[in-house]
């Protein structure tokens, strides 16, 4: 075959190509969507970008998640989404390409993509049963079965021959031209002469014989044949495109004469049907050639308008499920964001001291000593923010040397004693000088004053537990050492957090905290039990990931200002930040310039040992590069230690230092 006739079929190739990997995102794109409709059924959680995200989550290792945090810091859940995205859109195309090919084994491809959004939807700590796998399930069923159709209109009308073992439509059947030209022009390859009685002639491309044609209209058919055979004689170059129209439409006519040939020979002379033979249906047809037969028949013209017109439609049809379910979801959360707004927090038995006055420095760029709650920084696995009526709420205790097991609701937090109180929270996977750590106005009931009612006693007074496993709504389980909680420290069960219920994003409507441990032992949000237990008994899931079981918080310190790299004019500048070391407080705060000697830096007000401290230097800046560090020292005498630790697994260490330019 020449180079000349080998470039169409090519370019042929391509655009199949092409158009399956749009059919792939196409079917990819309604897969997901009507898993979002079936999920708003069941519930937001089962949804299959939610499912595998979690799936992803739970089986990250440690450092690649400290990674993504410290790269992506509260986006990383964003981040994850996305990237699940494009990899199903890389998978979807392929899949796609494939299915122009294989169409079968491309829709058996979006099935076992179905099948992994099952399985994770039903391994999750939250799920609620095999009912989680229904929307990956449904949106599997709806993308294959697209797939499949539009991989077949992407094949389009010569496709179907081949699939019978079949010449093409427009094949000739013969040995010589009709005409010299003709001959001159194409010479066909040698085949078998077709042998057909003498009273009938051959339908164009089918060597199947003409029958009940009169004289004048075989004659018509044979001068038709030659003009078509000069013409391709004139035109050895054709585009694909036009041998594919001229292909659909011989293959329409060759089938109008085969059913109006078939009827005749299916009918008797008196035009009573024959037995066991249907109207109008060739004998001894394959079922796909039948089927296939009708959907070239389908509405649209030739076959990409067929296909752009199928695209087009489940395009439209997919975008409608997605948005409904996305507005069923939102719609969940309808009765969780009214209860939040109805309630009234009842004043507490016993406010947080009032802060000193001394206690906020007047420095620009300096962190504030209240953190806002927006600002508040966000550090968990839930790619699906919980939203829970806080009217439906309950918190079960049980375990291990718990002598009156108890139930309680959302009202019955209210109607007890709460305290109010100044909490720095900190978040294990904070870097050295990063942003996880914020001051919180925390409202809540004390949580050793709770489990001292349910019969608890702590280990050093002979309890039989050591570890209070606290489980959230959407499976997470925390681990907190029970003498820690029941020390005397400010251990709450928080309700409120800045005179305000606490937001969804940060675990309404109850979470704990537990002033001197990191939050990934002690800050359970949307928090739904507690079990008394033991640390040999169980691991929580982070311990699980290889992070420490006991994790109380390390003395650090953080320069606010100047930032990083920042350009400055030569004169006084005033370095400033903070620094904390709950349950120890900070006594000291140093600062050292360059290489020189340490300089006692000022501190602000203490307001509790729980919270953390300001910090300012005074600096007169001359030319050039600067390195500036900090140190503090707690109120054991501890001194911070310059040696630098990563996060995993028990929180990082090391001096803070930035670097800056004086012009």
């Keep these: 075959m020449s180079e000349e006739r080998k470039v169409p079929g090519r370019q042929a190739r391509r655009r199949r190509s092409a158009l399956g990997a749009l059919s792939g995102v196409l079917a990819g ?42 790269t992506f810091g509260t986006q990383d859940k964003l981040v ?17 390409v494939f299915a122009a090919h294989h169409r079968r084994v491309g829709a058996a491809g979006v099935s076992l993509f179905g099948v992994v959004g099952a399985f994770a939807a039903t391994e999750r700590p939250d799920s609620t049963g095999f009912v989680d796998a229904l929307p990956s399930l449904v949106g599997a069923v709806v993308g294959a079965g697209l797939l499949y159709v539009l991989a077949g209109a992407v094949r389009g009308a010569p496709e179907r021959s081949a699939v019978a073992g079949q010449e093409p439509a427009n094949a000739e059947v013969g040995t010589e031209p009709v005409n010299a030209e003709a001959g001159a022009a194409r010479t066909p390859a040698p085949r078998t002469a077709v042998h057909l009685p003498v009273t009938a002639t051959t339908t164009r491309g089918t060597g199947r014989p003409e029958v009940g044609r009169n004289p004048a209209e075989r004659q018509q058919t044979h001068d038709t044949q030659q003009t078509d055979r000069a013409e391709q004689a004139d035109e050895p ?37 024959l037995p066991n033979q249907r109207p109008n249906q060739p004998p001894n047809q394959p079922l796909n050639q039948r089927l296939s037969r009708r959907l070239n028949r389908w509405p649209g013209g030739s076959p990409r308008r067929r296909f752009l017109t199928l695209a087009a439609g489940s395009a439209v049809a997919a975008t409608a499920a997605g948005a409904l379910g996305r507005s069923l979801n939102g719609s969940r959360g309808a009765g969780a964001i009214a209860s939040r707004a109805r309630i009234v927090l009842p004043a507490p038995v016993s406010h947080a001291p009032p802060v000193p006055r001394a206690a906020r420095l007047a420095v620009k760029g300096i962190s504030p000593f209240l953190t806002p709650g927006k600002d508040l920084y966000r550090v968990d696995t839930a790619l699906v923010v919980p939203k829970i009526d806080a009217g439906q ?25 709460l305290i109010e109180r100044h909490i720095t929270l900190t978040c294990v996977s904070n870097e050295v000088g990063g942003p996880y ?33 606290a489980r959230s709504v959407d499976g997470m389980t925390l681990g907190s050492p029970v003498e820690d909680v029941m020390d005397g420290r400010d251990a709450l069960l928080a309700i409120g957090m800045n005179g305000e219920p606490l937001t969804f994003d940060h675990g309404f409507p109850v979470r704990m905290v537990v002033p001197g441990l990191y939050g990934y032992v002690s800050a359970c949000k949307w ?93 007169q800046a001359g030319p050039g590069n600067h390195s500036l560090t900090v140190r503090a020292t707690d109120g054991t005498g501890q001194v911070q230690t310059s040696r630098r630790a990563k996060t995993v697994p028990d929180g990082a260490s090391g001096h803070h230092s930035v670097v800056i330019t004086v012009d």
Aim: charged share 30%; proline share 6%; hydrophobic share 40%.
């Design 80 to 96: 994850l989404q996305l990237g699940i995205l494009l990899v199903l859109v890389l998978i979807a195309l392929a899949l796609g």
């Design 527 to 619: 928090l739904q039990e507690l079990e008394l237990t033991t640390f040999e008994d169980f691991d929580p899931y982070w311990v699980r990931r290889d992070w420490a079981r006991r994790a109380p918080i390390k003395t650090a310190s953080r320069i606010d200002t100047p930032k990083p790299l920042a350009r400055l004019e030569p004169g006084p500048v005033t370095i400033a930040g903070v620094a904390w070391a709950q349950r120890r407080g900070i006594e000291r705060v140093e600062v050292r310039i360059d290489d020189g000697p340490w300089q006692d830096a000022r501190l602000a007000a203490e307001d509790t040992r729980d919270t953390w401290r300001q910090w300012s230097l005074s600096w």
């Design 393 to 417: 709420w309950r918190l079960r205790i049980h375990g291990k040397g718990v002598t009156r097991p108890v139930t309680l609701g959302f009202d019955d937090l209210l109607r007890r004693d």
């Design 29 to 70: 794109y309604a897969s997901l969507a009507v898993a979002e409709l079936v999920s708003a059924a069941v519930r937001p959680e089962a949804g299959p970008v939610v499912a595998v995200g979690g799936a992803a989550i739970d089986r990250t290792p440690a450092p690649v998640k400290d990674w993504a945090i410290r």
């Design 437 to 469: 750590t914020g001051n919180i106005r925390w409202l809540g009931v004390r949580l050793a004053d709770l489990l001292a009612e349910c019969g608890v006693r702590p280990p050093s007074k002979g309890g039989p537990a050591d570890q209070l496993v």
């Design 237 to 273: 170059e054709r585009t694909e495109q036009t041998e594919q129209t001229e292909q659909t439409e011989q293959t329409e006519q060759t089938e109008q004469t085969d059913e109006n040939a078939q009827a005749q020979e299916d009918t008797r002379p008196d035009g009573e049907q």
